[in-house]
C-alpha cells in the first residue's frame, strides 16, 4: 500500500500509513521496499531531517546495506544538499555494481558542480566493467557542461552511440545544446540544432535561449524563442528570457515591446522565490518581500549585511537588473532577491556554525551567487541553495566542496559487514550525521 501510494503521488497518505505502521510495531517491520519507497518520499520534500530519520530506522532493521535502499538513500541525500552523506552510502553498494548507483552518484556529483569528480567515477564505472544506460549519459554530459570539457562531452556522445549502442534522446540533444552553448560556442549550438534527426523540442531551444542571454546574442535569441513559442505559445520563459537578452545590449525599446505583447496575451512570468525549513516550519520568500512578519528584521540584516560584504570588496552587479534604473534602485532590488532574504533569516534564526539550506525554484543569478560567497566569508558558515538547475556550495568565501573523493572499499567488507560494525561505520570519527532516532518518535 505504501508503494501504491507513492507511486501514484499521495505522499501524504503513505507517510500517515508508514507511520501507523510504526506504532503498530513490533509488527509487521518495515523492509527494504518500505523504507525505499519513504526515502523516495523525503527526496520529493527535499527534507534532510525525515530522511536521516528513515536511514536510522534502516540501520537499526538491516535494509540500509540493500541496492534499493542504498538507491533512494543516494538520492535523498543529493536533494537534500548533503553530498558527503551521499558519497558514505554510495561507499556501502558500489560494489555490487548496480548500473542505478553509479548513475545515481554520477548525476548527483554533476548537480552538486563536481563535474570532474562525476566524470572520474563515470571511468571508474566502464573499468569495471558496469555498463551505462541513457540515463548514465545524460549524467555524464551535464557533469562536461558544468566543468566546461567540450571535447570530452563530444566524446561521451559518440562513444554512447558506437560503443555502447545507445540511440540519442531528447534529453542528449538537450545536453548537448547546453554544453555547447554555456562554452559560448553559439553557431555550433545552432548547427547541432539544424543537423539533429528529430524535431527539437521545447527543452532544446530552451538551452539555446539562455546561452544567448548569457552570452548576449540577441539576434540568435530572437530566433530561438521565436521557435520555443511556436511549440509552446505561452511559455513565460520564452518571453523573459528575450526581453532580457535585448535589455542586457541596452535595446529597451525592444525589451518593453516583448514585456507588454507578453501583459497583452496574458502571459504571466514565473515569481522566483525562496524558502528554507527551521524546526520543522517551511519559511517561504518572493523578492522585496512585504508579507514575512519578520519583514522589518529581515530588511535591517540585509543592509547591514550589504555595507560589511561591499567593505570585503563585494561589487552588486547592477547591469544583472535589466531595467532602465538609478543605480540605487537596482542595488535596492538585487539586496532583496528572495535567496538573500531566505539567508537573512536563516542567519536569524538558527544557530551560529550550523549549515543554512536554501530552496529556490528558479536559477541563482550571478550577483546572488557572488554575494553569498562573501556572506559565507563574514558569517562562517556553509551555505547551500539548490535552484532549478543544480546545487552551489558555499564555504569561507569560495567553492564548499570537500576535497575528499570517492573512496571504493573492498567488496568483502561491505558484503560481510555485520550490523554492529556497519554502526560504528557511521559513526567512526563523528563522520556521519544519522542518529539512532527511535521507531516511536518517527509514529509521532
Known amino acids: ?27 509487521p517491520k518495515p523492509n527494504s521496499y518500505t523504507l525505499a519507497a519513504m526515502l523516495s518520499v523525503s527526496s520529493s520534500f527535499a527534507s534532510l531531517d525525515h530522511g536521516r530519520q528513515i536511514h536510522a530506522v534502516a540501520i537499526r532493521s538491516g535494509a540500509a546495506p540493500s541496492v ?25 553498494v558500489c560494489w555490487y555494481r548496480d548500473t542505478v548507483s553509479w548513475t545515481s552518484m554520477i548525476i548527483a556529483l554533476a548537480q552538486h558542480g563536481l563535474g570532474e569528480e562525476a566524470i572520474e567515477l563515470f571511468e571508474k564505472m566502464l573499468t569495471f566493467g558496469i555498463n551505462p544506460d541513457h540515463i548514465t549519459y545524460v549524467g555524464i554530459l551535464c557533469a562536461c ?39 559560448g560556442l553559439l553557431q555550433e549550438a545552432q548547427d547541432f540544432i539544424k543537423n539533429m534527426p528529430i524535431e527539437p523540442d521545447v527543452i532544446a531551444w530552451g538551452s539555446l535561449l539562455a546561452s544567448c542571454k548569457v552570452h548576449k546574442n540577441a539576434e540568435l535569441a530572437k530566433i530561438a524563442a521565436e521557435r520555443l513559442l511556436l511549440i509552446e505559445p505561452n511559455n513565460s520563459g520564452a518571453f523573459s528570457a ?32 525562496s524558502w528554507l525549513q527551521i524546526r520543522g516550519e517551511v519559511h517561504v520568500f518572493g ?7 519578520q519583514r522589518d528584521a529581515i530588511f535591517a540584516m540585509m543592509a547591514k549585511i550589504w555595507i560589511k560584504i561591499k567593505k570585503m570588496g563585494f561589487v552588486p552587479e547592477t547591469a544583472a537588473v535589466l531595467h532602465d534604473l538609478d543605480e540605487e534602485v537596482k542595488e535596492q532590488i538585487l539586496r532583496h532577491h528572495s535567496e538573500k532574504l531566505a539567508i537573512a533569516f536563516g542567519l536569524m534564526n538558527t544557530p551560529e556554525n550550523t549549515t543554512l539550506r536554501i530552496m529556490k525554484n528558479l536559477r541563482v543569478c550571478n550577483d546572488c551567487h557572488t554575494a553569498i560567497k562573501f556572506i559565507s566569508k563574514l558569517v562562517g558558515r556553509e551555505i547551500i541553495v539548490r535552484d532549478a538547475t543544480r546545487f552551489h556550495h558555499f564555504k569561507n568565501g569560495g567553492n564548499g566542496h570537500s576535497e575528499q573523493f570517492l573512496k571504493v572499499a573492498p567488496s568483502d567488507t561491505v558484503q560481510y559487514m555485520g550490523m554492529d560494525h556497519l554502526a560504528s561505520l557511521w559513526y567512526q570519527g563523528g563522520l556521519f550525521e544519522v542518529n539512532f532516532i527511535s521507531e516511536q518518535r518517527l509514529a509521532m
Open 1 to 27: 500500500m505504501i508503494v501504491g501510494y507513492v507511486q501514484n503521488g499521495l505522499n501524504d497518505d503513505a507517510v500517515a500509513l508508514y507511520r501507523l505502521m510504526l506504532r503498530e510495531g513490533p509488527r
Open 68 to 92: 534499493s535502499v542504498g538507491n533512494t538513500l543516494i538520492t535523498m541525500y543529493s536533494k537534500a544538499g548533503s553530498i558527503d552523506n551521499e558519497r558514505r552510502v554510495f561507499n556501502l
Open 145 to 183: 557542461t558544468h566543468v566546461g570539457l567540450v571535447e570530452k562531452g563530444w566524446n561521451y556522445y559518440n562513444m554512447m552511440q558506437n560503443i555502447h549502442k545507445i540511440e540519442p534522446t531528447p534529453g542528449h540533444y538537450a545536453s548537448m545544446i547546453d554544453l555547447l552553448g554555456r562554452a
Open 242 to 273: 528575450l526581453a532580457n537578452a535585448y535589455s542586457a545590449y541596452g535595446r529597451w525599446e525592444e525589451a518593453a515591446k516583448i514585456r507588454k505583447s507578453m501583459k497583452d496575451k496574458g502571459v504571466k512570468k514565473d515569481q522566483g522565490f
Open 287 to 293: 523578492v522585496e518581500d512585504a508579507l514575512h512578519p
